[in-house]
Nanobody
Framework: QVQLVESGGGSVQAGGSLRLSCEVS????????MNWWRQAPGKQREWVAS???????NYADSVKGRFTISRDHATSTLYLQMNSLKPEDTATYYC????????WGQGTQVTVSL
């Protein structure tokens, strides 16, 4: 079993930055890929970024160049550094772990205002 707990969300003005964290507990060594997803009110959940065990990273076009995903293997923590935030980045952000099973966190709210 794997448990995921996100933190670091909040309210920020456009152009600002936030860093999200996702603390992984349980069978962290079984995880092959970790992702960040987000869901804005009234919209479908969308993929934001991924990182593999070999630290290969991939990003949605909408966040490329502004967001950075990283993973601290020693502490089993996933991060999402978000810079140059825009109002359209407003959403609940979720981390997702893929291993023998798929796990989701509860989400953390990010609100970006003009």
């Amino acid at each position: 079993q794997v448990q995921l707990v996100e933190s670091g969300g909040g309210s920020v003005q456009a152009g600002g930055s936030l860093r999200l964290s996702c603390e992984v507990s349980g069978s962290a060594s079984s995880i092959a890929v970790m992702n960040w997803w987000r869901q804005a009110p009234g919209k479908q959940r969308e993929w934001v970024a991924s990182i593999t065990n070999m630290d290969y990273k991939n990003y949605a076009d909408s966040v490329k160049g502004r967001f950075t995903i990283s993973r601290d293997h020693a502490t089993s923590t996933l991060y999402l550094q978000m810079n140059s935030l825009k109002p359209e980045d407003t959403a609940t952000y979720y981390c997702k772990a893929i291993g023998p099973s798929t796990y989701w966190g509860q989400g953390t709210q990010v609100t970006v205002s003009l």
